[in-house]
């Protein structure tokens, strides 16, 4: 099992349209609204790790509203 977790920054007010979005994808498992540096944090979980980057990449990233974006591959050591 791949994990990342997506550290997201929006435009402002633009964080329940991106939950609302993020909450479409199969993949992401659960999501997080933040108060600091970031604005959400989604989990994304998948058998693959090239299925997890390719949500990452190509479904989560170009959601309007996103500004910048940050992951953190999980590793199982």
Known sequence: MA???V???TE???EHDVRARLDEINEVTSR???FGEYDLIAKVESDEEYTLTRVIV???RPISGITDTKTLLGAEL
């Open 3 to 5: 994990t990342g977790f």
């Open 7 to 9: 550290l997201i920054t």
């Open 12 to 14: 402002p007010g633009r």
């Open 32 to 34: 997080w609204m933040l």
């Open 58 to 60: 190509e479904e989560i």
